[in-house]
């Protein structure tokens, strides 16, 4: 099989809802209902696919409820949690060996569903069953201030996602919509753009890594490719303009059920997607490239039963900076039944 499966991570007590990588170490960070923050790591770091998986850090009772989303700094010093009490905690590694919350970010009037860091590491995002999406600017050591407060979706905002290099933020939502945000020129953030075409909640998003093309999944069972038009810059902003990303690929029934999440592999063009099916599916996507002009994708492989009868909530490639192709293939979830698996796509 393309999927090997490599490690089960077991502690989480409760249904595990998102994991994330490092961008700089070996760790994978993962959150539950149980409200603990879990990191692993493999015992050989130069072979992943072969070493036991170990959880070398708990932080116990992070939250009052569920945490929701986890999300690395970009420079792997600090962790962000969101959780369904309301608050994102920002948490950082102490000189004790112990995390430390240093920050915690209040306002959201409902569950906080989302955290997202820019690349540039001075921006975060959080989106929230209230139907807001709230920017954050990083102004110094444990310092969070509200830059702005974002509410055209009409709908619980389910996932935010931050551009790759661009101070451009895509969410995406119950309201069935994906908008683009973008900060206008005159210190304000902006809606720049809503994509329209699924039929029903769009639960999870993410960008490739040029930036210039979107995947998006749904409720509605398909994946939608949107890419980038060639003229879309903040100066369309900046005047006013909405513009969304066409639509250039959809397959309509790519699951048996509800797909929740999307990633796309930074070192390749590799999709996975996961969902309420229990089924991990890996797609490979060609795109425009000399006369043809068309965005293709053909299904590699279907991981059935990834997490046996329960459903997948989280899949995520390895999307570090580490030195060692060993970890490029690897795809990491976290489902209903509370235990994280590691995957290793063997095609690649």
Not at 156 to 176: F, G, I, N, R
Not at 250 to 271: E, G, M, Q
């Amino acid at each position: 099989m393309p999927l090997q499966l490599r490690a089960e991570l077991t502690g989480h007590t409760e249904t595990v809802w998102q994991v994330s990588w490092s961008p700089t170490s070996h760790t994978l960070a993962s959150c539950s209902t149980d409200k603990t923050i879990r990191l692993w790591k493999p015992s050989r770091p130069d072979d992943p696919t072969g070493s036991i998986w170990t959880c070398v850090g708990v932080i116990p009772d992070a939250h009052k409820r569920t945490i929701r989303s986890v999300a690395f700094s970009p420079d792997g010093k600090q962790i962000a949690s969101a959780s369904f009490d309301g608050i994102t905690a920002i948490w950082e590694f102490g000189e004790d060996g112990e995390f430390e919350c240093i920050a915690t970010l209040e306002g959201h009037e409902n569950e906080v569903k989302s955290v997202s860091w820019a690349a540039n590491g001075t921006l975060l995002a959080t989106s929230s069953r209230d139907k807001t999406v709230w920017v954050w600017e990083i102004t110094g050591d444990s310092e969070f201030e509200i830059l702005e407060v974002l509410g055209e979706h009409t709908q619980d905002v389910k996932h935010v996602q931050w551009h790759p290099t661009d101070e451009l933020l895509a969410s995406c939502s119950y309201d069935d919509t994906i908008k683009l945000w973008m900060e206008n020129g005159q210190d304000d953030w902006a809606c720049a753009g809503t994509m329209e075409g699924h039929t029903s909640t769009v639960w999870s998003v993410d960008f490739d890594q040029t930036g210039n093309y979107l995947a998006s999944v749904s409720d509605d069972k398909s994946i939608k490719i949107w890419r980038r038009p060639p003229d879309w810059t903040r100066d369309v902003v900046g005047r006013g303009r909405k513009i969304g990303w066409p639509c250039v690929h959809t397959i309509p029934a790519a699951h048996n059920r509800s797909i929740y999440s999307v990633s796309w592999s930074k070192f390749n063009d590799l999709i996975a997607t996961a969902g309420g099916d229990n089924t991990i599916n890996v797609f490979r996507v060609s795109k425009p490239d000399g006369d043809d002009q068309q965005v293709h994708m053909a299904i590699e492989c279907a991981q059935q039963k990834a997490h046996g009868e329960m459903d997948i909530n989280c899949v995520r490639w390895f999307n570090g900076s580490v030195n060692s192709t060993a970890y490029h293939n690897l795809i990491a979830t976290g489902g209903d039944d509370g235990v994280i698996r590691i995957w290793e796509y063997t095609l690649a």
